[in-house]
């Protein structure tokens, strides 16, 4: 504004366009508040497309949803992001009717529409129903939804989704229809997160290029010709999971798969069940794997004898993580060590020819991590570096790890660390699920 001694209005002076690219920068209340300034700024802010998130209403929660509602109205669209995560519907609010249906008619383009999760003696309650009106946004790029159910199977003739390029649906009650009807009503759909207690996801997209998923029952992937990344979630800690078929017909694109857990995910290629005593053929491996993820517990014989035939079924693999699971004290001080089985273990090809990067998570020097690491050492012929990177709040250094391998006694092992070992001393794991989804900016998910 003026200088204080009669100077010019210089932004006053700024050409319309510019001024509305202020103010779609600004939190909804703050342009909202622009139309006061002047007579010229009154018609700005419905200029712009909207862009609204409720956390930026900082307001009780009854204010803030008559806030959200007088926004919804007054904008006349369309609504380029509106993020809705701060408000508890009960079953007759009024704004499940009038939100959805405004969202629908002003051609909403990204759209986060969460009721918080339900609390204390409610938390087992079943989940209010979505409104249908959201599932016939038909502008929609973006969604992501939490803490609803699906309505009833006729919903499914409703569906229309033909803009739709991001889908992230977390404790959704569905069925597995639902899923296969969400799917096929999203033609052009490339980004999927999914965490909800359903049975099988039958993966069937043409367009479909990277999925983050919950375990399930089943995950198969029947037919997705453009399937780059396949990330599984991971198991919640001392939580007893059911075991997970992940059966997958070698789709060509397929470069990135993870975390694979030896003792929950039963791997099926080709119609052949991954054993530990499964050998490599053609109809067992998926060459085009370029980056795995493993989650081990190397106390557990079960889960050691795994990890090679795994390992096998990816022969063109370069980047290998592998994540060590908090052993039970008690199982770390008394579990027998592996070294001898690792010593009859044949050569593995991604391992011998391939792999260049290792990263070892959740390292805690326990002897039968430093087994596995020998039995790399014995045949890498490429491995140009391996991090290893401790528990979080744990602190190792470098010099640490040294006198770990110095008590081995292994003097090979000790010169083939000195090339390739890498220690981070601390590490700040702000791991993202949406980020790990992305298909550009991010090569590595599971760093």
């Not at 404790?171 to 799917?183: E, G, H, K, P, V």
Request: aromatic letters at 8%; a neutral charge; glycine letters at 4%.
């Amino acid at each position: 504004m003026g200088d204080g001694d009669g100077g010019d209005d210089l932004i006053s002076a700024l050409h319309d366009d510019l001024l509305c690219k202020i103010i779609s920068r600004l939190p909804v209340k703050d342009g909202g508040r622009t139309a006061v300034l002047a007579s010229r700024w009154r018609h700005l802010w419905r200029c712009i497309p909207l862009v609204l998130s409720d956390e930026h209403l900082s307001l009780s929660e009854p204010t803030r949803a008559a806030s959200v509602s007088q926004i919804l109205v007054d904008h006349p669209g369309p609504f380029d992001s509106v993020i809705l995560h701060q408000s508890r519907f009960l079953p007759l609010s009024p704004e499940l009717v009038e939100w959805p249906r405004l969202l629908a008619a002003k051609d909403v383009q990204r759209l986060a529409f969460v009721n918080q999760k339900p609390a204390g003696d409610q938390a087992l309650a079943p989940y209010l129903c979505l409104p249908a009106d959201i599932l016939r946004c038909a502008s929609l790029e973006r969604l992501f939804l939490a803490y609803w159910t699906l309505p009833d199977p006729l919903f499914r003739s409703l569906v229309a989704f033909p803009h739709l390029r991001t889908l992230g649906m977390v404790n959704i009650t569905m069925s597995d229809q639902d899923l296969d009807c969400l799917l096929a009503a999203s033609p052009v759909l490339e980004i999927m997160l999914l965490s909800c207690p359903i049975n099988r996801f039958h993966l069937r997209s043409q367009s479909l290029r990277s999925v983050l998923a919950f375990p399930v029952e089943e995950f198969v992937v029947v037919e997705a010709p453009l399937l780059e990344r396949l990330i599984f979630l991971k198991r919640l800690p001392n939580v007893r999971a059911d075991p997970v078929r992940v059966k997958i017909s070698s789709p060509s694109k397929l470069r990135v798969l993870g975390f694979m857990e030896p003792m929950i995910h039963k791997l099926h290629i080709n119609g052949n069940i991954i054993k530990h005593d499964t050998m490599p053929s053609p109809s067992t491996v998926v060459p085009g794997i370029k980056i795995l993820a493993l989650r081990v517990n190397f106390c557990v014989l079960g889960e050691v004898k795994m990890v090679p035939s795994l390992l096998r079924c990816f022969p063109n693999v370069y980047t290998l993580h592998l994540e060590s699971l908090l052993c039970d004290p008690s199982e770390t001080a008394t579990g027998e060590h592996h070294g001898q089985f690792w010593q009859g273990v044949g050569p593995v090809e991604c391992l011998r020819l391939r792999v260049k990067r290792m990263v070892f998570h959740n390292f805690q020097g326990h002897q039968n991590e430093f087994e596995f690491l020998k039995f790399v050492a014995r045949d890498a012929k490429v491995l140009k570096s391996l991090l290893l990177v401790p528990p979080k709040g744990k602190v190792l250094s470098g010099d640490e790890v040294t006198q770990m391998i110095d008590k081995l006694g292994c003097p090979w092992f000790r010169a083939w660390t000195s090339k390739v070992l890498l220690v981070s001393p601390k590490v700040e794991n702000h791991w993202s699920p949406i980020t790990a989804c992305m298909i550009t900016g991010v090569n590595d998910p599971f760093c």
